[in-house]
């Protein structure tokens, strides 16, 4: 038999290590086979940032990237802040109030990632509303 075909699925209560690829336990800190601690301390669905701060957060203050800085996405934010700080300055010439134009899209997309469901931290975890 092939390693293809040969390969298992982890179970509803399983996780695959990070380093290793076996199959572990979901608790697991540490993966048996290979010894290297997993990655992600926190449980498979849990959320590690408030939704609720973090859609505040981007609704009052989005368009300077404070909601990017809250979730870890350092880049996103610096970029945020740099359009719109950097199009409030030039709104004389033509270049800020398009600064400001991609400013504001990137803040409706991030809105509807949050509002959706799908907006992540810095750690790839969903940030999502506890229902």
Known sequence: MS????VQKAGID????SSCGSIIK??????????????SLVADG??????????LLHIFLGMFGVAHFYSGKTKRGV?????????????????GFA???VAFVFWIIDL??????????AQGQVIAQNK
């Open 3 to 6: 390693d293809a075909q040969n």
């Open 14 to 17: 399983e996780k695959y290590c």
């Open 26 to 39: 979901k608790e697991a800190v540490i993966c048996p086979k290979c010894g290297v601690q997993q990655k």
């Open 46 to 55: 849990e959320v590690s940032t408030k939704w609720l701060t973090v859609l």
């Open 79 to 95: 970029l945020m802040l740099v359009l719109t700080v950097g199009g409030m300055i030039f709104t004389f010439a033509f270049i």
């Open 99 to 101: 600064a400001i134009l």
């Open 112 to 121: 509807v990632e949050i509002v959706s469901g799908k907006y992540t931290n």
